[in-house]
């Protein structure tokens, strides 16, 4: 709405413009008939329940405009004070939208429920080939990675008074102190921990809790933070609001500076059940994304792969009956956003994509 309104501004000058010099021939017999139409309907809803504008000058309309001014004109040969043949009003415009340059944060909330194993695997699988997609698309790619943490745990009352590795989990070493962050939910995660989590601390280059442009050997550094254990969290809306509000976005918080208000926001959320145990609705989710970007639905781009049992067509079987909040949050973000079943023995075709739709909203991106 705003940038058709500024394209509106230098023709409504000229119109005034044209108004005055009739004014000033006294009329003179002369008309001027202006066809123009200018509509404003709001787009339809997205996430955010807000909308936008066009304005739109339909072609017939200034066709008759211009012809109406010609006709005037053509009237009035030899009389003092004529008014030229104009042709159609320019339309100075306000040029391109700035872009979000390349900007990209991402944020990953990843399940941890017992059964997440072979979902992080084909997840940490499909991590390459999209970056790679994004590199291609952007010469300046400049990206924020975090994996935030479900379950707001870190570490194990068995572990107490071992003296090197613990019997039940020989992959997780004792005696090691955790970060002030690491037992956050929501926060960063640097240091998963439990069943076939990554149990050690990931190294990023940024000293920060998420992956920064330039980081040497991203992949696995994603793989360390995506690796999140199936240590049997859940509740993946909720973190991503989490993760997302002032409180851990703030200076001196756990994901201090993640959050750039030039980037765009791309969030992918996995997990295997219905997320009937987060906090809120999916309204609430869908405000939460909305406000992290200051009111601009289309500065999100949302991927959920959840289960899809409630399709009848569902890879993952049919059972219907029960009410499917993450798939209802994916709709709430619409045309932003992408469902994909978690049962598709890869992902790939989910984040071609969402690369896609990262390009394109990334043309239009407007910092708030």
């Known amino acids: 709405m705003r940038r058709a309104i500024l394209r509106l501004v230098p023709r409504l000058a000229s119109l005034a413009a044209l108004l005055a010099l009739a004014a000033c021939n006294g009329g003179g017999g002369q008309e001027m008939?202006?066809?123009?139409?200018?509509?404003?309907?709001?787009?339809?809803?997205?996430?955010?329940?807000?909308?936008?504008?066009?304005?739109?000058?339909?072609?017939?309309?200034?066709?008759?405009?211009?012809?109406?001014?010609?006709?005037?004109?053509?009237?009035?040969?030899g009389t003092s004070g004529a008014i030229p043949d104009l042709g159609l009003i320019p339309d100075g415009g306000d040029g391109p939208p700035p872009g979000c340059k390349g900007k990209v944060d991402f944020l990953f909330t990843i399940s941890s429920h017992p059964t997440m194993e072979i979902k992080q695997?084909?997840?940490?699988?499909?991590?390459?080939?999209?970056?790679?997609?994004l590199e291609s698309e952007f010469a300046d790619f400049d990206y924020h990675i975090l994996s935030s943490n479900t379950s707001g745990l870190w570490g194990y009352p068995s572990c107490v008074g071992c003296q090197d590795v613990c019997a039940e989990l020989p992959e997780y070493p004792c005696g090691t102190s955790p970060e002030p962050c690491d037992s956050i939910r929501g926060a960063g995660v640097t240091y998963p921990i439990g069943k076939h989590a990554s149990n050690?601390?990931?190294?990023?280059?940024?000293?920060?809790?998420?992956?920064?442009?330039?980081?040497?050997?991203?992949?696995?550094?994603?793989?360390?933070?995506?690796?999140?254990?199936?240590?049997?969290?859940?509740?993946?809306?909720?973190?991503?609001?989490?993760?997302?509000a002032d409180d851990l976005d703030a200076p001196g918080a756990c994901n201090e500076g993640f959050?750039?208000?030039?980037?765009?926001?791309?969030?992918?959320?996995?997990?295997?059940?219905?997320?009937?145990?987060?906090?809120?609705?999916?309204?609430?989710?869908?405000?939460?994304?909305?406000?992290?970007?200051?009111?601009?639905?289309?500065?999100?781009?949302?991927?959920?792969?959840?289960?899809?049992?409630?399709?009848?067509?569902?890879?993952?079987?049919?059972?219907?009956?029960?009410?499917?909040?993450?798939?209802?949050?994916?709709?709430?973000?619409?045309?932003?956003?992408?469902?994909g079943s978690i049962c598709?023995?890869?992902?790939?075709?989910?984040?071609?994509?969402?690369?896609?739709?990262?390009?394109?909203?990334c043309d239009v991106f407007v910092p708030q």
Request: glycine share 8%.
């Open 33 to 77: 008939v202006f066809g123009t139409s200018i509509t404003a309907t709001p787009m339809g809803t997205t996430s955010s329940g807000s909308s936008t504008s066009t304005s739109t000058t339909s072609a017939e309309s200034s066709t008759s405009t211009s012809a109406d001014i010609s006709s005037s004109s053509a009237s009035s040969t």
């Open 344 to 361: 598709a023995e890869g992902y790939d075709d989910y984040f071609a994509t969402v690369a896609k739709m990262i390009k394109s909203q």
């Open 200 to 244: 050690q601390r990931c190294e990023l280059a940024s000293g920060l809790r998420y992956i920064t442009a330039g980081q040497p050997m991203i992949e696995d550094a994603f793989t360390c933070i995506a690796s999140m254990g199936t240590n049997g969290a859940d509740g993946v809306a909720e973190t991503t609001v989490l993760a997302l």
């Open 259 to 339: 959050l750039r208000e030039d980037a765009l926001l791309v969030v992918v959320a996995i997990q295997d059940t219905y997320d009937q145990g987060s906090q809120g609705t999916a309204e609430d989710w869908r405000d939460a994304l909305v406000e992290a970007k200051g009111g601009d639905a289309d500065a999100v781009v949302l991927l959920v792969i959840s289960t899809d049992k409630d399709e009848p067509q569902g890879l993952c079987g049919y059972h219907p009956g029960t009410e499917h909040e993450l798939r209802t949050w994916t709709e709430l973000m619409q045309p932003n956003a992408l469902f």
């Open 121 to 133: 695997a084909r997840l940490k699988a499909s991590f390459p080939g999209f970056m790679a997609t």
